[in-house]
């Protein structure tokens, strides 16, 4: 018996690398709303909320970056009971959530939206980006999640469209594959009892997408002349604490969120 899931990691690095050129015209999109002082939002449900707590508060997490996460699709860690998986499972299938989470949200010129979705297929996640697509057609959307699953897994959204087909259909949207397999399971194990597949690599692979995001986007201020904002490691004692400065930049940006005397009107 031998140890294979870190040859799984290759599919991961080999699909980054494939995309560089998208990935690095994304992050000039994230640049450009956090240099104008705005937001890069980023909606998940399920576990996929793994993505953007990497993003947001982490260290080496730049400003300007604001979660859309709402307890009832996020809160995949109880198995039974009122937060059990059969509860939340109900309610990212429920139609119309995209709507409902857009009108607590102010955007602003250049701010982005981020929808992050395993297999790019669960229907409250296609409703965001739906939604999102026709409410703000001049804002750029970007939708990470697995090209494989997206594109031939039957839609489950009663718009007949899964996340790739919408962000393919709409001119300011961009669709990055998280290199998931077909099933996310990456190993199979035939074993003494039962055949058996574990190790979902879609989690790996979303977390890598937004860091190597993180990576080009800061890069991207610095070559702009940027001086920005990110998180540094408080466990290392020789490090200077920046707190203050990290948090309030990002109170300034995130009152925004709420009242935006320069948001982009949504078409209704």
Known sequence: MSLTFPDQLDIVKEGLKKQEKLLKQVAGFYADAIESGGLVHLYANGHSRQSVEETVIRMGALTGFKPILSDAITTFNDVTGANGIRVDQFYEKIEGIGKILLKEIHFGPKDVLVVITATGTTPAAVDMAAEFSKQYPGLKII???????SAKIPPRHSGGKNLIHILEENPNGYFIDNSMPNGDLSVEFQGKTDRYNVCPLSTVGAISVTQSLNELTI?????????????????????????????DDQRKRY?????NPNRVQPIQ
């Not at 939708?143 to 699953?149: R, Y």
């Not at 001086?227 to 466990?235: A, F, G, S, T």
């Not at 009152?255 to 009242?259: D, E, K, P, R, W």
């Open 219 to 247: 890069k991207e201020l610095d070559k702009r002349g940027v001086k920005h904002y990110v998180l540094r490691n408080m466990h290392i004692a020789d490090t200077t604490d920046n707190y203050d400065e990290w948090l």
């Open 255 to 259: 009152a925004l969120a709420s009242h």
């Open 143 to 149: 939708g990470i999640a697995s090209a494989t699953q």
